[in-house]
Structures are given as structure tokens and as C-alpha cells.
């Protein structure tokens, strides 16, 4: 029984699933924006937004956990030098989910992740 455990297991034992998330978070920072499956994409959010939200504090506890989380020094600069600050009035909800309908090879259903863009000038 999977009473009270969080997260989705992608039919795959942890250490690879850990591995993919971080694959999926990396593309999503340098990329802005992944195509995924759906169960992919909602797993991945979870994670990007969890960063985000650790790159909007900007202490040098919050630098070594992404870290952990997600380690490539240069991703983590550009979480806290692009995405923190871009994001730092906002509460939450940094990504969005895009269905695209099914894949034309397994008919696996498809997504594509993308951040949530603020405008740039004054709100009128």
C-alpha cells in the first residue's frame, strides 16, 4: 500500500527516477520549456517549482541545497541569478502544463512544460 507517500513512481526504481528529474529540471532551466509525457511533466513540475522557490531565497544555505538537488554549478548560478529574482514577487505556480495530445509512435500522452512569463512592462 502506497498510503501517504507522495510522488509518482514512472515504473522505475528510485536512483533512475532521481536521475531523470534532474535530467528534466536541467533541460527545464536551460531551455525554459520541455516536451514530455503528461505523468513526466507533472513529476518534473514538482521538482522545478520545489528549485525555484529555493533560488528565490538566495542565502548560501539555499545555493547548497539545489546543490544537492540538482548539481551543476552553472544551472544553480542561473536559478539564483535569473529565476529567483524574476519570480520573487510571485507565491508559487512558476510552470505551466500544455497538453499535446498523444505521441505518434506508442500514442503516450504528451506535454510540453514551460515557465509561466511575467510581463516586462507596467501592468496598464
Known amino acids: 500500500m502506497r498510503h501517504r507517500k507522495s510522488g509518482r513512481r514512472l515504473s522505475m526504481?528510485?536512483?533512475?527516477?532521481?536521475a531523470l528529474l534532474r535530467g528534466l529540471a536541467a533541460a527545464m532551466l536551460i531551455h525554459e520549456?520541455?516536451?514530455?509525457?503528461?505523468?513526466?511533466?507533472?513529476?518534473a513540475r514538482r521538482f522545478v517549482e520545489?528549485?525555484?522557490?529555493?533560488?528565490?531565497r538566495g542565502d548560501v544555505t539555499a545555493r547548497r541545497l539545489a546543490m544537492q538537488?540538482?548539481?551543476?554549478?552553472?544551472?544553480?548560478?542561473?536559478?539564483?541569478?535569473?529565476?529567483?529574482?524574476?519570480?520573487?514577487?510571485?507565491p508559487g505556480g512558476y510552470t505551466r502544463i500544455i497538453k499535446l495530445g498523444p505521441?505518434?509512435?506508442?500514442?503516450?500522452?504528451?506535454?510540453?512544460?514551460?515557465?509561466?512569463?511575467?510581463?516586462?512592462?507596467?501592468?496598464?
Open 103 to 124: 505521441r505518434k509512435g506508442d500514442a503516450a500522452a504528451m506535454a510540453r512544460l514551460e515557465f509561466v512569463e511575467e510581463p516586462e512592462g507596467p501592468a496598464a
Open 50 to 56: 520545489r528549485l525555484v522557490t529555493i533560488g528565490k
Open 33 to 43: 520549456g520541455i516536451s514530455t509525457t503528461e505523468a513526466r511533466a507533472k513529476e
Open 13 to 18: 526504481p528510485g536512483d533512475r527516477r532521481r
Open 69 to 90: 538537488k540538482l548539481p551543476n554549478k552553472i544551472l544553480v548560478e542561473k536559478l539564483f541569478a535569473v529565476y529567483g529574482p524574476r519570480y520573487q514577487n510571485r
